[in-house]
């Protein structure tokens, strides 16, 4: 079983930050999970919200500002003196500059939901084609016909649709879409409709799986992957389960 690091170690350090994604990676994780959307000036930049008021100390939305002008706020100020320095938003270049030098895997939520950011697939794809990334990444989304046409654009990039409710068999639905994989929210997912999914060919990784007994059960059952906010925790789990 696979562990990703739900936007870096986002429950010990400020999500979707490089400090929490070189956290993760410290911790063992073997991969990272974040969100992209666009920037005013069209850069793919690495948050949430499509504000900037809950992790930042700015406000407005995140369309609405260059990527110069994000780069002048602090991503870390919530954890006070804890960090010592400021945190700056980073732009998915940055995080693919990064990456290279390692051998984690990256899961990318395209965060156009909202907002449905043209020419966000065509800019992350160009970088993930640019960097060499196409078998480290996975491009998810809850707008799957964003994903249908990432799809289409780079059939060689895996595709995961994410959704919180039930689907009736969501592996031939993953399928029928172009998919390899799911991420289902743990709250629809079962623990015999993953091992169907998984026996179809589909990898399951749902979320956000943050509990000693969840981890131990999704373990118990050779779950593909998991995606946490406390990545040592569960590294810590998984190899405690190896040892038995």
Not at 173 to 199: C, E, F, Q, T
């Amino acid at each position: 079983m696979k562990i990703f690091a739900h936007r870096g170690a986002a429950g010990t350090y400020p999500e979707n930050t490089m400090v929490a994604f070189i956290e993760a990676k410290r911790s063992g994780a073997d991969g990272i999970e974040l969100d992209v959307q666009l920037s005013k000036d069209g850069i793919p930049v690495v948050i949430h919200d499509e504000t900037l008021n809950r992790t930042t100390n700015g406000s407005g939305f995140v369309k609405d500002q260059t990527m110069g002008d994000m780069k002048k706020l602090n991503a870390g100020y919530k954890f006070g003196k804890q960090l010592g320095r400021r945190i700056p938003i980073p732009s998915l270049q940055e995080v693919f500059e990064w990456i290279q030098s390692t051998d984690l895997l990256c899961n990318i939520e395209l965060k156009n939901g909202v907002y449905l950011y043209p020419g966000l697939e065509e800019k992350v794809i160009q970088l993930v084609r640019g960097y060499g990334l196409e078998e480290r990444v996975i491009l998810s989304s809850f707008n799957h016909y964003s994903l249908v046409y990432a799809w289409r654009l780079a059939p060689e990039i895996e595709t995961a649709p994410l959704y919180r409710d039930g689907i009736y068999m969501p592996w031939v639905y993953a399928s029928s879409i172009g998919s390899r994989g799911m991420h289902p929210s743990i709250h629809a997912v079962p623990d015999a409709l993953i091992i169907d999914a998984m026996a179809y060919g589909i990898q399951v990784r749902p979320y956000t799986i943050n509990g000693e007994e969840d981890i131990k059960r999704l373990l118990s059952i050779n779950c593909s992957a998991i995606i946490t906010d406390f990545p040592e925790r569960a590294v810590r789990i998984r190899e405690l389960n190896r040892s038995k």
